[in-house]
């Protein structure tokens, strides 16, 4: 098994990228390449591994697409940019994953130009495991495209089933479609139309609507919604936990909860609680719907969350996937 | 000032809108009619209020729309429902403000259908104030209209300003789009033609995108969005600040943290916290771009959560930013 890893995206890149990228190969029987700036990539990576002979070895490419650029556009023209090589290298068979923690635009944008879509699949979708008190609810599609149709909601819904099934190992997932109510008639165009054709569908576990409250109180293992509507709920998330985390603090502070925990407490505490809460801590995303397996981390990745994302990635590559999803469309 | 309360609207109708209409008046200095089944509403009335000379009266209506009633349908039917007459109240001047925690689909139907939306306006607008660490964002719409078009949004954008500036009292709020991305370019084709239409509205202070995370954060004054996104983001927190709670809870049993706080400051931590956080303890939300002041409740609200939603109802009339609107369209 062998991940391309683009060392140069993320807010810390690259050098986090690599040393996420060494306690992988230390942790999972799994090779790596490293692709972008080769001569930055070995100076941090003789810093971190220094003699070790790990199963690492670096792929030049002297480009990076940044988050403001266009991504398709970006894709097309910067040939020799990381996320580009990078997805080039599972393209060509010579690694069987690709991640990044770069811009995520850049990141579905190569997958679908290099990696093509799989035959019937109108849009790719992210498919992000939002943590819930007794496990895990896979939203998507949270953001890898926009302005999605019912049709491309249904491949999402049959995608994301065979992922908590074969990936999270969920039995018999139950899929619910996000809208405004519970009722069949609720929601915009869109959801309705969506819930239709899903009622229809023999395929999967359809378990009705899910309201936005059903998501974080994991009542369905798979939400399927919009890339819009699902970027902006998850992003609304991650500010939520911290004005919750942030009040919580002054409240303890207020009513003297703070000097009876100490300080050492308190923020064990909340390292805690955050690490259970952060999406990120899940490591990483996979995209479904293109034809090779693709992860896509959180631009915030630090190497824990590098090194958990290459996890996923060697789950997802080792599932197979890939093939139950074309047998099901 | 007099306010028609739809009694039977609510989870814990009608006697919880009773006690916090028996408080609102007690507290605010304003009249209320209770709009219901009289024997019901007078019977809880006297348990409550007893001897005491409240400003209270009861008008009679002896049907109620339930949840699950197509919301427009119902109110064409249900002529004599407790919302179409406390609405009726409104449209005939017997009362200044109509206040409901029942079908939210339903209080909007009766304003649309009975109060008529102001003349340049397409869609009204549920206003959500959201709790942030430093004060509130006004989310809108929350709930009001799916599948809104970018003008309805610039409407909301200048209904929501105004309603930040004269009830709010926040100077030269601004104003922000939700979207995927900071980027003018970012969203979908609703996100981006709006984006152009309010760059070039010199009415609003404008800000630019705002993404999920900023809402809880309080970047911005106000917020903008199409109703059913603000429907799931509002939904998705209400979950979210659960979940959190719970898993705060178990971190604490699990570190010993429980011990030391003891089960009464624990408690009271909790309660603190959810007050700050619950957006019915706001009490209500305004429903802005009708002829009359209509604000809504959540249908899980209490007496308190009823009393509170009152007060912000006395305050949006007392704005009269109802003129200010027609002005500004």
Same mark, same amino acid.
């Given at each position: 098994?062998?991940?391309a890893?683009?060392?140069m995206?993320?807010?810390?890149?690259?050098?986090?990228?690599?040393?996420?990228?060494?306690? @992988?190969?230390?942790?999972?029987?799994?090779?790596?390449?490293?692709v972008?700036?080769?001569?930055?990539?070995?100076?941090i990576l003789?810093?971190?591994?220094?003699?070790?002979?790990?199963?690492?070895t670096?792929?030049?490419?002297?480009?990076?697409i940044?988050?403001?650029?266009?991504?398709?556009? @970006?894709?097309?023209?910067?040939?020799n940019?990381?996320?580009?090589?990078?997805?080039?290298?599972?393209?060509?068979?010579?690694?069987?994953?690709v991640? #990044?923690?770069?811009?995520?635009?850049?990141?579905?944008?190569?997958?679908?130009?290099?990696?093509?879509r799989?035959?019937?699949?109108?849009?790719?979708?992210?498919?992000?495991?939002?943590?819930?008190?007794?496990?895990?609810?896979?939203?998507l599609?949270?953001?890898?495209?926009?302005?999605s149709?019912?049709?491309?909601?249904?491949q999402?819904?049959i995608?994301?089933?065979?992922?908590?099934?074969?990936?999270?190992?969920?039995?018999?997932?139950?899929?619910?479609?996000?809208?405004i109510?519970?009722?069949?008639?609720?929601?915009?165009?869109?959801a309705?139309?969506?819930?239709?054709?899903?009622?229809?569908?023999?395929?999967?576990n359809?378990?009705?609507?899910?309201?936005?409250?059903?998501?974080?109180r994991?009542?369905?293992?798979?939400?399927?919604?919009d890339?819009f509507?699902?970027?902006?709920?998850?992003?609304?998330?991650e500010?939520?936990?911290?004005?919750i985390?942030?009040?919580?603090?002054?409240?303890?502070?207020?009513?003297?909860?703070?000097?009876?925990?100490?300080r050492e407490?308190?923020?064990?505490?909340?390292?805690?609680?955050?690490?259970?809460?952060?999406?990120?801590?899940?490591?990483?995303?996979?995209?479904?719907?293109?034809?090779?397996?693709?992860v896509? #981390?959180?631009?915030?990745?630090?190497?824990k969350?590098?090194?958990?994302?290459i996890?996923?990635a060697?789950n997802?590559?080792?599932?197979?996937?890939?093939?139950?999803?074309?047998?099901?469309?």
């Amino acid at each position: 098994m062998k991940i391309a890893v683009d060392a140069m995206g993320g807010d810390k890149a690259p050098a986090e990228i690599i040393k996420g990228a060494v306690h @992988a190969v230390q942790k999972y029987s799994c090779e790596i390449v490293l692709v972008g700036d080769s001569e930055k990539i070995y100076g941090i990576l003789n810093d971190v591994a220094g003699d070790k002979n790990l199963p690492i070895t670096v792929c030049h490419a002297d480009e990076v697409i940044q988050m403001n650029e266009h991504p398709a556009d @970006a894709v097309r023209v910067k040939k020799n940019s990381s996320i580009v090589v990078a997805t080039n290298l599972v393209r060509d068979g010579e690694c069987d994953a690709v991640l #990044s923690a770069g811009s995520t635009g850049a990141a579905v944008a190569a997958a679908q130009l290099i990696l093509k879509r799989i035959h019937g699949i109108g849009r790719p979708a992210i498919a992000t495991p939002i943590p819930t008190p007794n496990g895990t609810t896979l939203l998507l599609d949270s953001g890898a495209n926009v302005d999605s149709k019912p049709e491309h909601l249904i491949q999402s819904g049959i995608m994301g089933a065979l992922y908590a099934e074969h990936v999270l190992n969920i039995k018999n997932p139950s899929v619910a479609l996000l809208n405004i109510g519970e009722e069949e008639t609720k929601g915009n165009e869109q959801a309705k139309e969506t819930y239709q054709l899903l009622k229809n569908l023999s395929t999967i576990n359809f378990a009705g609507n899910a309201e936005g409250r059903d998501i974080p109180r994991g009542k369905f293992d798979v939400v399927i919604c919009d890339g819009f509507v699902g970027n902006v709920v998850l992003k609304f998330g991650e500010g939520l936990a911290l004005t919750i985390m942030e009040l919580l603090n002054e409240e303890l502070i207020a009513n003297g909860g703070a000097k009876l925990l100490g300080r050492e407490l308190i923020a064990a505490t909340f390292k805690n609680l955050s690490k259970r809460l952060d999406v990120s801590e899940n490591g990483g995303a996979p995209l479904l719907g293109v034809n090779g397996y693709c992860v896509i #981390s959180h631009g915030s990745s630090d190497a824990k969350a590098i090194c958990s994302a290459i996890g996923v990635a060697k789950n997802y590559v080792d599932s197979k996937i890939l093939d139950r999803i074309r047998d099901a469309l």
